[in-house]
Nanobody, 124 residues
């Protein structure tokens, strides 16, 4: 059964860092592009970053460039999102998702599978 399981969210002060993990099962990272999306309170879900199935194509939305970094460990079927210099506007539920493709500028293509989300709260 296909599953994506996020972890690593929590409460952090502005300027702090967190690392989110997404462990996938039921498929390998060679089969799908993996993206991170987030949903702030009262807002829709927006793409943050997407990494291609081969790992060579990575795109970030402008608001997180230079602060967030996506990486993968194919042997562990795990994708990570390192988030540095966090801002209050980064507060959201973060979702790991599998897609056939990545769009441009960090946009995740149509999502085939969703994780259940991990809450990141950036507040003093």
């Amino acid at each position: 059964q296909v599953q994506l399981a996020e972890s690593g969210g929590g409460l952090v002060q502005p300027g702090g860092s967190l690392r989110l993990s997404c462990v996938v099962s039921g498929f390998t990272l060679d089969e799908y592009a993996i993206g991170w999306l987030r949903q702030a309170p009262g807002k829709g879900r927006e793409s943050v970053v997407c990494i291609s199935n081969r790992g060579g194509g990575i795109g970030y939305v402008n608001s997180v460039k230079g602060r967030f970094t996506i990486s993968r460990d194919s042997a562990e079927n795990t994708v990570y999102l390192q988030m540095n210099n966090l801002k209050p506007e980064d507060t959201a539920v973060y979702y790991c998702a599998a897609s056939w493709t990545c769009g441009s500028g960090g946009v995740v293509g149509p999502v085939e599978y969703w994780g259940k989300g991990s809450l990141v709260t950036v507040s003093s």
